[in-house]
Each structure stands twice: as C-alpha cells, then as structure tokens.
C-alpha cells in the first residue's frame, strides 16, 4: 500500500517546504541538536514566525486568526514539520491551540470564540489543564473541585494535579462541579480561570527524570468570571469529552513520523553497539518496526476519517492506547542495547517529556534513559491504558460494560 496525494496537495506540500527551507537555518538538523537556553530561544522565535505567518492554528477560520485551511492542507503541514524536525507551535499551544482552541470552535459562544482565540495565537494568554485531581484522575468524573456561583462571578476551592507545563501558564480551563446534587457525569461545568490571582497556587512536581514539568494547582477562593463557562452551566462533561477526542486524535498524522525517526534510531544505536546481529535483539527491532507500520496505516486511517469530516470521539482512544504501550517496550528494548551503562547516563537529556526525543537527538544514553523513563507517564497521561481499553471495549466495539 503506497498511499498518494493529489496533484493540488503536492503543490501545496512544495509550498510547506520552501517555507522552510527559506525561515530555518542551514544545514538545520532538527530540534534535538539543541539543548539549554538555545533550544528555548529557538522555540521562542520559531512560534513568533509562525505566528507572523499564519502556520500556528491553520485550520482556523481566518477572523479569529488562523489560515482557514483544509484538513488536507493541515495534515500536509503536520507531516512536513514533523520530518523537518520543527514544533507547531510552543510549549503550551498544544493545550491553548490544539485542546482549547478547537474546543471553543465547537462549543465556544461568539463572545468568547471573539477574545479567546486571537489571545491564544498571539501569547497573550498561555493555557494549561485542570482534570485530574487526588482523588479523580482516571475516574474523571468523581472530581471534586467546587464552584459556586456568587453574583457574576464563580468561586473555586480544591486541586487538582499532574498539571503539565501549569509552571509556565498563565491561564487554565478547568472541570469543576457546579451542582454537587447531580449524578457523577452531571453537574460538571468547563471553566476558563485566570491563574494571575492570589486564589492560584501551582506547585511543580519532580518527576522520575529529574524533570518538573507536572505540577499541583490549588484554587483557594479563586474566581472565575460568570460568562466564562463553555458549552453550558453543568454541560461540562460533554465538553470535556470534545476536548479529549482532540488531544487523542490529532496526534495520527504526526506520531507515526516521530516514531519512525526514534525507531531508525535505536537501529543506529543497536549497530553502534555491536549488537545488530545479536538474534534476539533483532528480533525485537524487527517487532518495533512492525508495530511502528501498523501505527502508520493506522494513522492514515484516522486521517482519512479526519478528511471526510469525521471529528475525533471515543473512537481516538485507540490510537492512543496503540503508541502509549508500544512506547514502553521500544525504550525497554534501548536501555537492554545499551546495557550497564543506562545506570550512569550521559549526553544530551529529552527535551521533553512526553513521547519520543526530538528529531535529530543523539544517541546519548541520557536521551535514551530520560525517554524510558517518561514513556511510563505515557499510558497514565491523555487517558490510563486502563480506562482507553474500557473506552474502546464499551463505546466503540459496543461490548457490555465492566462489571463494577
């Protein structure tokens, strides 16, 4: 199966790339060359000039700031800044862009879509997201974080946690329970809470890594205004789930390039260490870059879908699951090629922690350790494996619910 494109999508595919060739510098790499300052000073610019360009949120439509592009078109330029090595967008936007954006494209009022999302493409407001607390993580709906509403205004006391990037936000959409009387999936209402209050504390989380990029937040008398509420007083569960889908989903027409650019890796890594011929660890190679095609047909599955106008539903738990598990036994296999040395690593770290290393990172043991170690996070975040098999099982295979 060689997939193709039209001849429309190529021309545009050549437009893509020559803004890249023309906006990155010579011999460019990929981000995984650079660490330290460099690469935040990278990243800080490379999201102004696609700011200044139009390539941040191009499916948006053009009034509230995007390029108004086709699902096509975007797929195209998901595909091209994945092999190029470059990030969409910055640390943040896939919460602000990608989650809420799209989010409030769906359920947004035109009041809140008109101040919300051009502040989202132009920096002035950074997001983050407030789902999972103590006590509610994977079971989502048993969150305990109230909000009551008091004149034109909300109150919020409670917290949440595993907060990611909550360090570097200045804003957060948040699940909160408006009516604690409701069934558990009722009386949920989306709400957007400006963290620059006094009622806002975030406090990091170190992580296995070493790294703190998960955090608490903690709401004490914290306000929201009374307009800020999406998609509906106590509707906030079906708006959490639209959110979800696109957190799950959208990731299809990306993650099987940056998974295969991590598995030709590991293959370098294997020869470098003398061990390419070794049977068994052949044998595991192989296994990887078998499931790295099937993630790859599955994706265009999904893109497919995506370009028919299907939107992302329960039916994204699939892909999800699909990378989070395969992501463990890949790092499992690099840590075992790489043997004692994994105990005291060296080089270059991830720089980040979620998913592979980017494009053009060395074969450092720290880069292999680091990614092990995130890639546990990876089947609890987004979804626990768990709870993604439950969702495939019951909502789209149709199978009786688990017994509780």
């Keep these: 199966m060689r997939p193709t494109y039209t001849a429309e999508a190529e021309?545009?595919?050549?437009?893509?790339?020559?803004?890249?060739?023309?906006?990155?510098?010579?011999?460019?790499?990929?981000?995984?060359?650079?660490?330290?300052?460099?690469?935040?000073?990278?990243?800080?610019?490379?999201?102004?000039?696609?700011?200044?360009?139009?390539?941040?949120?191009?499916?948006?439509?053009v009034e509230y700031g995007g390029a108004g592009l086709s699902a096509l078109e975007q797929v195209?330029?998901?595909?091209?800044?994945?092999?190029?090595?470059?990030?969409?967008?910055?640390?943040?936007?896939?919460?602000?862009?990608?989650?809420?954006?799209?989010?409030?494209?769906?359920?947004?009022?035109?009041?809140?879509?008109?101040?919300?999302?051009?502040?989202i493409l132009s920096g002035d407001d950074t997001w983050c997201q407030g789902y999972s607390e103590p006590n509610a993580g994977s079971?989502?709906?048993?969150?305990?974080?109230?909000?009551?509403?008091?004149?034109?205004?909300?109150?919020?006391?409670?917290?949440?946690?595993?907060?990611?990037?909550?360090?570097?936000?200045?804003?957060?959409?948040?699940?909160?329970?408006?009516?604690?009387d409701a069934p558990r999936h009722k009386g949920i209402s989306f709400l957007l809470v400006d963290m620059r209050q006094p009622g806002v504390e975030v406090r990091p989380i170190k992580m296995i890594s070493g790294e703190s990029e998960f955090n608490e937040v903690f709401y004490t008398d914290a306000t929201a205004r009374k307009d800020d509420v999406i998609g509906g007083v106590n509707n906030g569960w079906a708006v959490a789930?639209?959110?979800?889908?696109?957190?799950?989903?959208?990731?299809?027409?990306?993650?099987?390039?940056?998974?295969?650019?991590?598995?030709?890796?590991?293959?370098?890594?294997?020869?470098?260490?003398?061990?390419?011929?070794?049977?068994?660890?052949?044998?595991?190679?192989a296994d990887c870059y078998s499931k790295v095609q099937i993630m790859r047909y599955s994706g265009m599955r999904v893109l497919t879908q995506f370009l028919g106008g299907h939107h992302p539903g329960p039916d994204a738990a699939i892909s999800k699951l699909y990378w989070s598990e395969y992501h463990k036994q890949v790092t499992e296999l690099s840590l075992d090629i790489i043997g004692a040395e994994a105990m005291t690593p060296s080089g270059r770290h991830p720089s980040s922690a979620f998913s592979t290393d980017?494009?053009?990172?060395?074969?450092?043991?720290?880069?292999?350790?680091?990614?092990?170690?995130?890639?546990?996070?990876?089947?609890?975040?987004?979804?626990?494996s768990q709870v993604q098999r439950n969702i495939v099982g019951e909502m789209v295979l149709g199978l009786p619910k688990e017994p509780r």
């Design 11 to 61: 021309a545009y595919r050549e437009k893509v790339q020559a803004f890249l060739a023309e906006k990155l510098p010579n011999k460019w790499g990929g981000i995984g060359r650079l660490e330290g300052q460099e690469l935040t000073d990278f990243v800080t610019e490379w999201r102004k000039t696609l700011y200044s360009a139009g390539y941040l949120a191009p499916g948006w439509p």
């Design 76 to 119: 195209i330029i998901a595909e091209e800044f994945a092999k190029a090595g470059v990030p969409t967008g910055g640390p943040n936007d896939v919460f602000g862009i990608q989650m809420l954006g799209n989010t409030l494209l769906r359920w947004g009022s035109d009041e809140q879509k008109s101040h919300y999302l051009p502040r």
């Design 139 to 180: 079971d989502l709906a048993n969150l305990a974080l109230k909000a009551q509403l008091d004149g034109d205004q909300w109150i919020l006391n409670g917290q949440k946690i595993w907060t990611s990037a909550g360090h570097l936000a200045d804003h957060i959409f948040t699940l909160a329970r408006t009516e604690p």
């Design 241 to 285: 789930m639209t959110l979800l889908g696109f957190e799950r989903g959208e990731a299809a027409a990306v993650n099987p390039i940056r998974f295969q650019a991590e598995v030709d890796r590991l293959f370098l890594l294997a020869k470098e260490r003398g061990l390419a011929s070794d049977p068994r660890i052949r044998q595991r190679l």
């Design 358 to 384: 980017d494009a053009g990172a060395p074969n450092s043991t720290a880069s292999w350790v680091g990614t092990f170690l995130n890639a546990r996070a990876g089947t609890i975040y987004a979804g626990s």
